[in-house]
């Protein structure tokens, strides 16, 4: 990944910011603050900026799913799209042929609707740090959240519409629990990089190679410590999962070219693995027997879970890799590459994809299974995320649009949910979808 020290959580998209909404306010109320004279005017102003959450009723009713007063502005939602669509500068590596690239791309049907809005808060802040993580929000329940806000894990609940924050890093964190290579002192400012939470534990990664591991049902943090020291120790991706044995474990992908494999119950390294490149994403296959490691080369790995060796090399993207993901079924797998495609595999023949989707701006930076194995999600670096019907070859999708840098998205584990965390100044927020069923007449017979 590219070389990005983050600036105590200065926000790492400005570019990408509704600035062009910030400047029409600016215009219109141009005297606003000058005084008691001047008070109706700020009041207006005020009103137009205050943060307000959206419900689907609301949404139906015609306002903006994110609270933008479009019809207060200079310009519409649509023409916002199409300079946005222009001018969005997807962040390369490596140089693209992107015509060639979209003769091999899945021509899909769009006007999916799998997921219906339910609301959108702006009373959570959701933030990222590295312009190329985007792992930062998930959900334990369709209730439950779990997404980063500058120095913070906050914990957000759908039904008390309420946020706690879970854990600070911005001071001292003590462990209250000793493992090996428990850091007895702790950690001060940590800057997390990625995290994941499943299993009743969240584990979050820094950017100089901290670890830190909290259950979601103790007060203190049970372990942190770092992993490496080398200079370049960004953590960029953890996943935590069951090994075959039924053990619980988790595994982190590092830009010093390491996965680590960790077991939960004494927080011991159990397996280190060396790669020729730095790894930005891993992910296990459902029988534990493989790994997908992705990262700072065009070509992709399948590896040997226990061994770490290289069972098939993946061809077929031409910039890094920063996504992963496996259906349920073990059969299919995705990779999610800054050439703005995604590629499906079938793990019984890798010399090429089964399919190429590609996104609209730029990059895919996360890609969710859910766990039913019906649906797959691909996030972009901003203002999209499809959703694919796996179930029909992902010849149908349903494309969910917005504005903002995107942190992080997950599938409630029941399927019943989707969250999105927007990254922005203005509307930095969390974005909630049900999904939606279709009941026939003699469902109402039962």
């Known amino acids: 990944m ?31 603050g000058r005084g008691d004279a001047d008070s109706e005017s700020d009041d207006d102003y005020e ?54 690239l979209d003769k091999v791309c899945k021509k899909t049907q769009k006007g999916g609707n799998f997921y219906e809005f339910c609301y959108n808060t702006r009373s959570v802040k959701s933030t990222i740090v590295h312009f190329q993580l985007r792992n930062l929000v998930w959900a334990t329940s369709k209730h439950d959240v779990y997404l980063l806000s500058k120095f913070s894990v906050i914990h957000w609940s759908t039904v008390s519409c309420k946020e706690t924050e879970f854990l600070n890093v911005e001071g001292s964190i003590v462990p209250s ?30 950017f100089q190679g901290e670890l830190i591991c909290k259950f979601l049902d103790r007060p203190d943090v049970s372990y942190c410590s770092k992993i490496t ?20 474990c988790f595994m982190t992908s590092s830009n010093d070219s390491g996965v680590r494999v960790f077991d939960t119950e004494r927080f011991a390294m159990i397996r280190h693995f060396s790669f020729p490149w730095p790894v930005n994403h891993t992910s296990i296959s459902p029988d534990k027997k493989l790994l997908v490691v992705v990262g700072d080369n065009a070509e992709g790995l399948l590896s040997d879970c226990q061994t770490g060796k290289t069972v098939a090399t993946l061809e077929g993207h031409s910039d890094y890799s920063f996504a ?112 939606l069923h279709e009941y026939f007449y003699l469902d109402s017979l039962i």
């Not at 090996?180 to 939470?197: C, Y």
């Not at 992963?324 to 079924?329: G, K, Q, R, V, Y």
């Open 324 to 435: 992963s993901a496996w259906h349920p079924d073990g059969r299919v797998f995705a990779t999610g590459n800054q050439d703005s495609t995604c590629r499906l595999w079938d793990v019984r023949n890798t010399k090429t994809s089964l399919e190429v989707l590609k996104g609209h701006l730029g990059a895919i930076r996360s890609i969710r299974f859910s766990l039913d194995g019906q649906f797959m999600a691909m996030a972009e670096p901003a203002d999209f995320v499809h959703i694919y019907d796996t179930k029909h070859n992902y010849n149908k999708s349903q494309e969910i649009d917005f504005f903002g840098e995107i942190s992080g998205m997950s599938f409630s584990p029941d399927t019943e949910s989707l969250f999105i965390g927007v990254a922005d100044r203005t509307y930095g927020s969390l974005l909630g979808y049900s999904r």
């Open 2 to 32: 590219a070389q990005y020290q983050p600036d105590d959580y200065d926000y790492a998209a400005d570019d990408y910011e509704m600035a062009d909404y910030d400047e029409d306010l600016e215009d219109e109320y141009p005297d606003r």
């Open 47 to 100: 009103a137009i900026t205050r943060p307000t959450d959206t419900s689907a009723a609301e949404a139906r009713r015609g306002k903006d799913i994110q609270g933008i007063p479009w019809d207060r502005l200079n310009f519409t939602r649509e023409k916002y799209r199409e300079t946005r669509l222009e001018q969005y500068k997807n962040y390369e590596n490596l140089p693209q042929l992107h015509d060639e």
């Open 177 to 206: 629990e000793v493992h090996p290579g428990t850091l007895v002192h702790g950690l001060t400012r940590v800057q997390i990089s990625t995290m994941a939470v499943k299993d009743n534990l969240l584990v979050a990664g820094g």
């Open 229 to 248: 020291y080398d200079d370049n120790a960004i953590t960029n991706a953890v996943e935590i999962y069951h090994s075959s044995s039924g053990a619980n």
